[in-house]
């Protein structure tokens, strides 16, 4: 279908776009990469009335090395992400979960704070936002603020971003040497996911010193599994040990049931992928 339609504005800087959304209220949409909201206008389910475009805002571009934490900036795309080798050494999590994602083409024209601001419970990259502990800086009206992840996804599709606000950045802490896998369950090949666990794990001498877990598509927003990291610590990267502390992943979760699985099967899924993703993550 042909989306219905709209005035369309392309801001160079952060503040004119922020004018514009403030100017025109829920009128107006942003526009990151496209890849869900085109759709969704296609379909008509969304009908703003200006579309405002952040591609030609720079600011809002790439990755910078702040000490102890990657930031990436909103417009970001996956590939940019994944092309930085910078990511790969400290936030190894973050890499092998946006491998996951889609397709090239979506992985070109997708942008990380697309992603995690339309927060798709089944959105791959919520769950290790949540397990490396990112925060969330988000500028509107009365200036700039930072949001944790905890606080950040508040709902299904919904966040602390505010109508008249705009993602800017997501800042990583790094996790250097940290051990890490993301375990996808789908039924075919560039699905979203049905569930799917972000691990990440420091281990020395093949004993588990620390490890953060995060659930996909376990509820209405990504959560962590911290009964699993609490259960992991000090524990020997062995099969049997790792399952033992994978047998609470859904404790606390609110799975969905529907033509990919029952919550039952969910929650089954979660302890099965977790120590999969646990034992990758740890090298075992
Ligand atoms: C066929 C297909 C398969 C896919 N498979 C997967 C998959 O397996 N896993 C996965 O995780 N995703 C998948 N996606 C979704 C893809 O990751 C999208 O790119 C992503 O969900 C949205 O990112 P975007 O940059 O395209 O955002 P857009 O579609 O442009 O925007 C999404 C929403 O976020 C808002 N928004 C965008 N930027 C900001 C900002 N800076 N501040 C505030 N609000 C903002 C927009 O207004 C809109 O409401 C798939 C998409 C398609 C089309």
């Known amino acids: 279908m042909i989306p219905a339609q709209f005035e369309y504005a ?23 990469g496209g890849q869900s909201l085109l759709p969704v206008m296609r379909m008509r389910m969304n009908a703003p009335e200006l579309v405002v475009d952040l591609g030609r805002v720079e ?28 990511v790969h050494e400290h936030l190894l999590l973050l890499a092998k979960a946006t491998e996951t994602i889609a397709d090239p083409p979506i992985r070109h024209g997708g942008t990380v704070g697309g992603a995690l601001a ?7 990259l919520g769950a290790s936002a949540l397990a490396l502990g990112a925060s969330f800086t988000i500028l509107g009206g ?12 508040q709902g299904l599709f919904e966040t602390a971003v505010g109508e008249n606000e705009i993602l800017t950045e ?40 620390e490890a953060r877990v995060g659930l996909t598509n376990m509820g209405d927003r990504p959560l962590r599994a911290t009964s699993v990291e609490q259960a992991l610590v000090g524990k020997a990267a062995t099969e049997d040990a790792v399952r033992e502390a994978a047998a609470s992943a ?17 929650r089954h899924l979660a302890t099965v992928l ?4 646990v034992l990758a993550a740890a090298g075992a």
Not at 274 to 277: V, Y
Request: charged fraction near 25%; hydrophobic fraction near 40%; glycine fraction near 10%.
């Open 250 to 266: 859904a404790e606390g979760t609110s799975p969905p049931s529907d033509l990919n699985g029952d919550a039952d099967f969910r």
């Open 59 to 86: 600011s809002l571009q790439g990755i910078r090395d702040d000490g102890d934490a990657l930031v990436i900036g909103a417009m970001t795309s996956y590939q940019a992400l994944l092309d930085d080798p910078a």
């Open 274 to 277: 977790t120590r999969r993703a």
């Open 170 to 209: 997501i800042r990583f802490p790094k996790h250097t040497g940290w051990g890490a896998h993301y375990e996808k369950f789908v039924r075919v090949s560039h699905q979203w996911s049905i569930v799917a666990v972000a691990a990440t794990v420091r281990a020395s001498g093949g004993t588990i010193e």
């Open 118 to 124: 339309h927060a798709d419970p089944a959105g791959d």
């Open 10 to 32: 392309a801001p160079t800087t952060v503040e004119e776009a922020l004018a514009l959304l403030i100017d025109h209220g829920d009128e107006a949409k942003l526009l990151a």
């Open 142 to 153: 009365s200036g700039r603020r930072t949001v944790p992840a905890e606080e950040f996804f």
